[in-house]
């Protein structure tokens, strides 16, 4: 298969990190989720409870600075009183992630603002994955205790944070499908078939053996 790197952002319950689970493991190649804190931890050799810490969360203090430290490329030397802030952890992680792109190997990367990170490269499919309310609710209830409004507020709260920590990143706002090349409603297309529509999307645009 061609060195293609799949990027999934994803709405909580939306089954994102299910369709990218079931697209590698269909297509042989590598996932990474939380797997991917590791492959920080090993490039940088910052202990990788810093990069699980941050891992996509933001924290009450950037929502006064949200526009203000977006991801530039440039890192913290060893021994930098700064080398463990939000920002070097997160550039540290964009590093793991081109690194994989660069690897040569295929893959697929779960959040992490990895489309962002990956904007300029060619061998990039960034993906999100969304769904209506009744189908957030309906997954979410299925690994969640919460019901009703209880259940509908944990959703909010769990997406507000994913949308404010790619915010404060990359100074984009995280819905807005100018950042992706393909935007999949799994509410309607069922999660078979998101995989089934990267997969065309993918030889359309890379070729039909690209899958190969």
Avoid at 74 to 97: H, M, R, V, Y
Wanted: proline share 1%.
């Amino acid at each position: 298969m061609r060195n293609i790197v799949i990027t999934i952002a994803r709405q909580y319950g939306s089954g994102g990190r299910t369709v990218g689970k079931m697209l590698a493991d269909e297509l042989g190649i590598h996932y990474y989720d939380k797997e991917l804190s590791k492959v920080a931890s090993e490039l940088s050799g910052i202990n990788e409870s810093y990069f699980v810490d941050a891992d996509e969360k933001v924290k009450r203090s950037w929502k006064s600075k949200l526009v203000s430290t977006i991801y530039d490329g440039s890192l913290k030397k060893p021994g930098d009183a700064d080398l463990t802030s939000d920002e070097n952890i997160f550039s540290n992680q964009a590093k793991a992630i081109k690194y994989l792109a660069e690897k040569g190997e295929p893959c697929v990367i779960v959040g992490r603002c990895a489309d962002f990170v990956l904007k300029d490269y060619n061998n990039a499919l960034r993906v999100f994955v969304h769904a209506d309310h009744d189908f957030l609710m309906r997954e979410a209830g299925k690994v969640q205790s919460l019901t009703g409004k209880d259940l509908e507020k944990y959703i909010a709260q769990i997406d507000k944070a994913r949308a404010d920590y790619y915010e404060y990143h990359t100074g984009k706002v995280w819905t807005d499908a100018l950042n992706y090349d393909l935007c999949l409603d799994s509410g309607k297309l069922g999660f078979a078939k998101c995989v089934e529509a990267i997969k065309a999307y993918a030889k359309v645009r890379f070729g039909e053996d690209c899958l190969l």
